[in-house]
């Protein structure tokens, strides 16, 4: 049984940073994507930010590009999102997801939430003054 364990959110000043961790246990996530989701009260989930785990291949949202950065640490069978230069409107859960599929290199890693199959249970991320 695969369970990702996510942590690292919190609140934080508009401009501030926040890492996000999801470690996975009951699987080596090595020849598999990763992806960080996010959904906000009374809006559909959104894919920030995916990772193909075998040679580092990412996808980003246009929303955060250039302020968040996700890599993997195989040895820690564990995914990061760095967050920088945060926003008001980056406020929501986050969410870490899997996806039993394997990945090749140079292939992009699946960027749509029903593509991947197991969740971790969210993280809250608040930016405030």
């Known amino acids: 049984q695969v369970q990702l364990v996510e942590s690292g959110g919190g609140l934080v000043q508009p401009g501030g940073s926040l890492r996000l961790s999801c470690t996975v246990s009951?699987?080596?996530?090595?020849?598999?994507?990763m992806g960080w989701f996010r959904q906000a009260p009374g809006k559909e989930r959104e894919g920030v930010s995916c990772?193909?785990?075998?040679?580092?291949?990412?996808y980003y949202a246009d929303s955060v590009k250039g302020r968040f950065t996700i890599s993997s640490d195989d040895a820690r069978n564990t995914v990061y999102l760095q967050m920088n230069r945060l926003k008001p409107e980056d406020t929501t859960v986050y969410y870490c997801?899997?996806?039993?599929?394997?990945?090749?290199?140079?292939?992009?890693?699946?960027?749509?939430?029903?593509?991947?199959?197991?969740w971790g249970q969210g993280t809250q991320v608040t930016v405030s003054s």
């Open positions: 997801a899997f996806t039993y599929t394997s990945v090749q290199p140079h292939q992009p890693p699946p960027v749509a939430d029903y593509q991947y199959s197991r």
């Open positions: 009951g699987f080596t996530m090595d020849y598999h994507a």
């Open positions: 990772i193909n785990t075998v040679d580092g291949y990412t």
